[in-house]
């Protein structure tokens, strides 16, 4: 399966754009972003856990990275509300499941081989940086080799400029709205802006955003 699988283009999928489609498991659905194989795939996705559903447990030969979105995500390792990011190295496994419910942003098998750091962050509670504008402000959360995560709260007519010679940028809104001149990104939007792409990016209320770059080659 190849679905928006040519990493030098831009991609966006905004909220109703495509359906949530079914998983081999019950009362779990996804929203594929990007992917290039079948059930086992590197894979950029939207995850939706109905309440009390639950995954079969399995490996990350090549890592997870997730940021809970709503609800509250469980493994046997520990229950992760909203706002929680987590990196599960290669290597690791886990059994998801959600009792009440929960919403993820998943990434798969796009770790690098010798990135073995597990992380677990809050950010909800952590202490966040203040950015260069009164308003905006930052929270770095993994840094290895040229990849970089981070998120990004920027106030009402703030703009953001990605480097244009990192690697790329990939950007999912988690509230507010993010305009780029021509087009609107509300909450739930994902945007993939491969190296040299010349985005100029700006929030009128207000944006709050995962930002990941330089992985994109």
């Known amino acids: 399966m190849q679905i928006r699988a040519e990493y030098h283009l831009r991609a966006v999928v905004r909220p109703g754009d495509e359906p949530f489609v079914a998983s081999p498991l019950p009362g779990v659905t996804r929203l594929m972003l990007d992917r290039e194989g079948g059930e086992v795939a590197r894979a950029t996705t939207i995850v939706r856990y109905a309440r009390g559903s639950q995954f079969s447990s399995h490996d990350h030969a090549m890592g997870e990275e997730f940021l809970v979105l709503d609800g509250v995500f469980c493994d046997e390792h520990g229950a992760y509300p909203a706002g929680t990011y987590v990196r599960n190295p290669p290597g690791s496994h886990h059994a998801p499941f959600s009792p009440e419910g929960c919403t993820i942003f998943v990434k798969l098998r796009q770790f690098a081989p010798d990135d073995r750091k597990q992380l677990v962050v809050d950010t909800t509670t952590a202490v966040w940086q203040n950015g260069s504008k009164e308003g905006d402000h930052m929270l770095p959360l993994h840094h290895h080799d040229d990849e970089r995560v981070a998120m990004i709260r920027l106030g009402a007519g703030s703009r953001y400029e990605p480097a244009k010679d990192q690697g790329g940028t990939?950007?999912?809104?988690?509230?507010?709205?993010?305009?780029?001149?021509?087009?609107?990104?509300?909450?739930?939007?994902?945007?993939?802006?491969?190296?040299?792409?010349?985005?100029?990016?700006?929030?009128?209320?207000?944006?709050?955003?995962?930002?990941k770059s330089g992985h994109l080659g």
């Open 170 to 211: 990939e950007i999912l809104i988690i509230e507010g709205i993010l305009y780029d001149g021509a087009s609107a990104y509300p909450g739930r939007s994902w945007l993939r802006l491969p190296a040299g792409d010349c985005a100029s990016l700006s929030t009128r209320d207000g944006c709050t955003f995962y930002i």
